[in-house]
Every structure is written in structure tokens, then in C-alpha cells.
């Protein structure tokens, strides 16, 4: 639950077959737009958040990150304090607000000079992208969160060709295809986007899992660079990353429910080193 918003007064509705993408997203903009309460959403991340929570709970069930893992990562951020944030995976926005209000107001508290906080969240949906989009600027969020429309690997190439973002994110937050994950963090490990200093939190760990990742940021450099080796030389390219085995990663699986209610969890992997490795 992010600062700010009281109890959600029950789950989302349960996760059906079909459950993104059927115009549900529309009818959430919809929802927002005619709500009685928008002129108290303008400008309060806490309020739009808090509506579309009873969307999810009154109208249609919503694949958002929810409050209770939310409040896991926003307490990672308290925390760690990171300056930019960057998420693989938007949908309609609500971890963009969420997380980019907790990025804002940390760096308020800190004082920050200098670099202003920055979360960049990328979609591939131009649906899921316009929704996003409207919603954080309802939020008042735009001089922190910018939606960026595009196939992931294409928009991480673009992200490691920007003066601005050329240097590594403090965070990493996966929340798309999950048999994506490894693949785009190699990818994000190749382009320098994250290196010692990064946290890279990924969702719903537990539903459905995804252990192919779990083995990777929780294996040596030894055991990555055994299986790196003899592809060592190869060109990364055309939608397969080797990554970088030298990357040392601690890495802890926080539980926190689903906006359902279910048990879920995320993994929680600090790069903490860079070890040379023949």
C-alpha cells in the first residue's frame, strides 16, 4: 500500500482466462476521467492510486503490481534511495505512480541538488502506453515519470544511446513477459544499464514463478561463466543476450500478496560486484 492511501477495503476481483488488453484498460481511463472524486485526484498520486484500486475491485480485475508488493518495493525505495528507476513493463501506469511518487518524495526528504529524480517506465502497448500516460499526468507526475512506448529491447538500446541515461539505473523493476525476464537482464547487463550499485527487483516470483531467472542472479560468477565461456566471442544480437557473468548479485525473495489476495513475492537482487573472471 503506497504512503498515503487508507485501507483498499477488500481484493481485486479474481484473475479470469482473459485478463488485459479487452478493453478493460479503456473502461479504467473512462472510470477515472467521469469519477466524482477527479478533481481531488488531480495532482495526488495517493488518489489515483486509490482509484484504480476500486476499479480493480469493483469493476474488472487489473494485472497491477497492487498495493501490498507495491508497499514492499516503495519501502525499498525509502530505504536505498535510489535517484532513477527504470520498469520493464508498465501496463496502465499504477507502479509508474506509485514508485515514481516514492522516487519524488525521497528525493524531496533528501534534499537532492543537482540530478532530479527520473523513472522511466517502458511499454510495448500504445494502449497500455496512452493509458499510462493520461493517468500519470492526472497523477501530477510528469516532471519525474516518462512513459516510453516501444518494444523493449529496441527502447533499452535507445535508453543505453541517451547522455542522460547512458549510466547505470539505480533500479530495475521487470513486470513484463515473464520468460523475458533473464533474457532483457542480460540485455540491460550487456549495455551497462546495470552494474554494481543496481537493484533489480522482479515480480510475481512465486505466480507463476520463474526459476530460469531465480538460478541466474542467485548462481557464482564461476557457475555463469562456465556456461558463458563457450559462447564467449559470439555476437549478442538478434534478440539473444550472453549478459555478464563478472556481475555478483545478493539476491532475497520478499513474499507480499497479489491485489487478489494470493500469495505472490518478488526478487530482490543487489549487484554488488564486479569480479574479473578469466
Not at 18 to 31: H, P
Not at 122 to 130: G, H, I, T
Request: aromatic fraction near 6%; charged fraction near 25%.
Amino acid at each position: 500500500m503506497a504512503p498515503g492511501i487508507n485501507s483498499t477495503d477488500g481484493f481485486y476481483k479474481p484473475e479470469e482466462n482473459v485478463f488485459c488488453d479487452d478493453g478493460r484498460e479503456d473502461q479504467l481511463l473512462t472510470f477515472i476521467s467521469e469519477h466524482p472524486q477527479l478533481p481531488q485526484m488531480r495532482n495526488s498520486p495517493e488518489a489515483v492510486l486509490a482509484a484504480i484500486d476500486e476499479f480493480g475491485r469493483t469493476k474488472d480485475f487489473l494485472m497491477n503490481v497492487g498495493p501490498h508488493k507495491g508497499k514492499v518495493i516503495t519501502e525499498i525505495i525509502a530505504t536505498e534511495k535510489p535517484s532513477t528507476i527504470l520498469e520493464i513493463g508498465g501496463y496502465v501506469g499504477y507502479s509508474a505512480i506509485m514508485f515514481g511518487h516514492a522516487l519524488r518524495q525521497t528525493a524531496a526528504r533528501a534534499g537532492r541538488d543537482g540530478q532530479a529524480p527520473r523513472f522511466c517506465s517502458l511499454e510495448m502497448n500504445p494502449k497500455f502506453a496512452a493509458v499510462s500516460k493520461a493517468l500519470v499526468s492526472i497523477a501530477g507526475l510528469d516532471d519525474v515519470v516518462d512513459i516510453c512506448e516501444g518494444t523493449c529491447r529496441a527502447s533499452l538500446q535507445r535508453l543505453a544511446k541517451d547522455k542522460l541515461a547512458k549510466k547505470p539505473w539505480d533500479m530495475l523493476f521487470l513486470d513484463h513477459s515473464k520468460i523475458s525476464y533473464l533474457n532483457d537482464l542480460k540485455l540491460c547487463e550487456e549495455l551497462g544499464l546495470v552494474a554494481p550499485g543496481s537493484i533489480v527487483i522482479a515480480d510475481d516470483m512465486k505466480r507463476p514463478g520463474n526459476p530460469h531467472y531465480s538460478k541466474y542472479v542467485r548462481a557464482s560468477t564461476a557457475e555463469k561463466t562456465e556456461e558463458y565461456l563457450p559462447f564467449k566471442g559470439c555476437l549478442s544480437d538478434g534478440g539473444i543476450s550472453l549478459g555478464n557473468p563478472s556481475l555478483v548479485y545478493e539476491t532475497t525473495l520478499v513474499e507480499g500478496l497479489e491485489p487478489t489476495g494470493l500469495m505472490d513475492a518478488v526478487e530482490v537482487s543487489k549487484c554488488v560486484d564486479l569480479l574479473e573472471v578469466s
